[in-house]
């Protein structure tokens, strides 16, 4: 399809409707990556005359809304050259992506039209994914007069409302996330970094024939269905939508199973595997992945990556700490469940977590301390290695474990 001059600028016009397109991220070398950081602002600053920069080895664009040539690009090199924005939280009515990932097309377009016309008043279009089997359904919604905290958390609710909703009707396509929230900035600094929504392969001009939907309405709709996922189903988010409850239940032998079932941090399988690409390159798996096949071991993927950190996150949230067997012995009670394809080994765990650390997608908070012994008498003294989320793994996760950390140490001291 050719694109005039006018085309472009129609385009470029509709989105900005609805946004300034300051906080642009462009898909560079594997990875999705913001520019709109303290760092790259101060750079720009500096330099005026430069029009990009590089960042180990990362590329960001100066701030201002994409040339002509990048819209371009994004529209005939869809997958390749694809751009993204996060929405700014001064607009009032902001562009909403549902993210729906697929084995069957057929199954994606289904689910996409089912989404729309159950949960969106019918107001949203459906665009194809970059891979072209999964779908984008976007929509306008409208936050005027709502804290820009509390968007954040409605369409958390409302994803897990409609998640719960659509995981049993669908076998080979479910949502993976709403994304759309907007960034916040405090002081001069960002708070909150707003997801990532992909630029439409569709003329973006079909957004302003949409109707905005009110915040209000997604609350109601979340309100009104059950969305407390049970976390293992929310891991996985495939494969047990149908399995009677019984069979979810963990076996009373196991103490990583039996725990599984009762904890309280809620999360799915791929939310963080967005981040994983943007912080970690194919070329540094590759390196990795040539260390392993000395060691004979397993290799490691981005999908690896995923549920590694998805386990430890379980570990640091609901398991108090209880090292790398507790995440071995994890990774196999999944693998007994279908919930996962692998099991954690000695090798690819030092692997996996050296990459998450150096990418400061998880952080070591307090290194392996061995016991003390006294003749053949251990004293009991030591600790196992303390690992939780990294800053790239999201602000609120973060912020979330340091509370979490802050109120365990709290309890520690009043026991004491």
């Given at each position: 399809?050719s694109y005039?001059?006018?085309?472009?600028?129609?385009?470029?016009q509709?989105?900005?409707?609805?946004?300034?397109l300051?906080?642009?991220?462009?898909?560079?070398?594997?990875?999705v990556h913001?520019?709109?950081k303290?760092e790259?602002?101060?750079?720009f600053?500096a330099?005026?005359?430069e029009?990009?920069m590089?960042?180990?080895?990362k590329?960001y664009?100066?701030?201002?809304?994409?040339?002509?040539?990048?819209?371009?690009?994004?529209?005939?090199?869809?997958?390749?050259d694809?751009?993204?924005?996060?929405?700014?939280?001064?607009?009032?009515?902001?562009?909403c992506l549902?993210?729906?990932?697929a084995?069957?097309t057929?199954?994606?377009q289904?689910?996409?039209e089912?989404v729309?016309?159950?949960?969106?008043?019918?107001?949203?279009?459906?665009?194809?994914s970059?891979?072209?089997?999964?779908?984008h359904?976007?929509?306008?919604?409208?936050?005027?007069?709502?804290?820009?905290?509390?968007?954040?958390?409605?369409?958390?609710d409302?994803c897990?409302?409609v998640k719960?909703?659509?995981g049993?009707?669908?076998s080979?396509?479910?949502?993976?996330?709403?994304?759309?929230e907007?960034?916040?900035?405090?002081e001069?600094?960002?708070?909150?970094?707003g997801?990532?929504?992909?630029?439409?392969?569709?003329h973006?001009?079909?957004?302003?024939?949409?109707k905005?939907i009110p915040?209000?309405?997604?609350?109601?709709?979340?309100?009104?269905r059950?969305?407390?996922?049970?976390?293992?189903?929310?891991?996985?988010?495939?494969?047990?939508?149908?399995?009677?409850?019984?069979?979810l239940?963990?076996?009373k032998?196991?103490?990583?199973?039996?725990?599984?079932g009762?904890?309280?941090?809620?999360?799915?399988?791929?939310?963080y595997?967005?981040?994983?690409?943007q912080?970690i390159?194919e070329?540094?798996?590759?390196?990795?992945?040539?260390?392993?096949?000395?060691?004979?071991?397993?290799l490691?993927t981005?999908?690896?990556?995923?549920?590694?950190?998805?386990?430890?996150?379980?570990?640091?949230?609901?398991?108090?700490?209880?090292?790398r067997?507790a995440?071995?012995?994890?990774?196999?009670?999944?693998?007994?469940?279908?919930?996962?394809?692998?099991?954690v080994?000695?090798?690819p765990?030092?692997?996996?977590l050296?990459?998450?650390?150096?990418?400061?997608?998880?952080?070591?908070?307090?290194?392996?301390?061995?016991?003390?012994?006294h003749?053949?008498?251990?004293?009991?003294?030591?600790?196992v290695?303390?690992?939780?989320?990294?800053?790239?793994?999201?602000?609120?996760?973060?912020?979330?474990?340091?509370?979490?950390?802050?109120?365990?140490a709290?309890a520690?001291?009043?026991?004491?």
């Open positions: 399809m005039t001059d006018k085309d472009i600028k129609a385009y470029k509709a989105l900005l409707a609805h946004n300034d300051y906080d642009l991220g462009c898909f560079w070398a594997g990875g913001h520019r709109a303290n790259v602002l101060e750079y600053k330099n005026p005359k029009a990009f590089f960042i180990d080895g590329k664009f100066r701030q201002g809304p994409p040339s002509y040539r990048m819209i371009l690009n994004h529209l005939i090199n869809g997958g390749k694809t751009l993204y924005f996060s929405n700014s939280a001064r607009f009032n009515r902001i562009i549902v993210d729906i990932d084995t069957d057929g199954q994606a289904e689910l996409a089912y729309a016309s159950h949960f969106l008043e019918g107001q949203a279009i459906v665009d194809s970059t891979n072209g089997i999964g779908r359904l976007y929509f306008i919604l409208d936050v005027e007069y709502v804290k820009r905290t509390r968007v954040n958390d409605v369409l958390k409302f897990n409302a719960n909703e659509t049993a009707l669908f080979q396509a479910h949502v993976c996330s709403i994304r759309g907007p960034t916040i900035w405090q001069n600094r960002i708070i909150h970094r997801s990532l929504v992909k630029f439409p392969y569709f973006a001009s079909r957004l302003l024939g949409l905005a915040l209000a309405l997604l609350a109601d709709k979340a309100a009104a059950p969305h407390s996922i049970p976390p293992v189903r929310e891991i996985a988010n495939r494969g047990t939508a149908g399995l009677p409850p019984d069979s239940e963990p076996a032998s196991n103490v990583f199973e039996k725990r599984i009762i904890t309280d941090h809620v999360f799915t399988k791929d939310e595997l967005e981040q994983i690409k912080h390159t070329a540094t798996i590759a390196e990795s992945n040539q260390r392993l096949a000395k060691a004979r071991s397993s490691i981005y999908q690896k990556l995923s549920d590694f950190v998805s386990m430890q996150l379980q570990n640091a949230f609901n398991f108090d700490h209880l090292g067997d995440i071995i012995n994890l990774s196999r009670v999944l693998k007994e469940k279908g919930i996962i394809d692998w099991v080994s000695k090798n765990y030092t692997e996996l050296r990459l998450c650390v150096d990418a400061a997608l998880l952080e070591v908070y307090e290194e392996y301390q061995r016991p003390t012994k003749g053949q008498i251990s004293d009991k003294n030591g600790r290695r303390v690992i939780g989320p990294g800053v790239n793994l999201g602000f609120e996760v973060y912020a979330e474990y340091q509370e979490h950390r802050k109120a365990k709290g520690a001291r009043r026991v004491g």
